[in-house]
């Protein structure tokens, strides 16, 4: 009987030593995942790391007149093209014109 309680006790013992290593090891482990990752996703993204603040989106236009046009979104938005480039009577010439101040030189076909 006492060989019992003795082996229940080094049993708990032990689990409350290998938790006691998750919490002062914490920070570590996170460090870890989280860095993983993002290798991972890195890898995945082709080598195109993305940043929230420095990260250019961009589009290619689809306007017959004016075909393989890249262009930033950002920009495109702050331009108003939609007013100019969507719509049955847009205009083709000013739709590319908006494409081109639109254009960001980050945006180039890969």
């Known amino acids: 009987m006492k060989r019992k309680a003795q082996a229940a006790t080094e049993y708990i013992f032990l689990i409350v030593f290998i938790f006691a290593a ?3 090891f914490q920070k570590y482990i ?3 995942v989280n860095g993983r990752w993002k290798s991972v996703g890195d890898q ?5 790391i993305y940043d929230p603040v420095k990260t250019h989106e961009c589009a290619v236009g ?3 007149a004016c075909p393989d046009k890249w262009y930033n979104v950002k920009y495109y938005q702050q331009n108003n093209c939609d007013a100019v480039c969507v719509g049955a009577d847009h205009d083709a010439a000013a739709c590319c014109a908006c ?3 639109s254009f960001d030189k980050y945006c180039v076909k890969l």
């Open 22 to 24: 998750f919490l002062f």
């Open 30 to 32: 996170v460090r870890a």
């Open 99 to 101: 494409l081109d101040k």
């Open 62 to 64: 689809d306007e017959p």
């Open 44 to 48: 995945i993204g082709g080598g195109q």
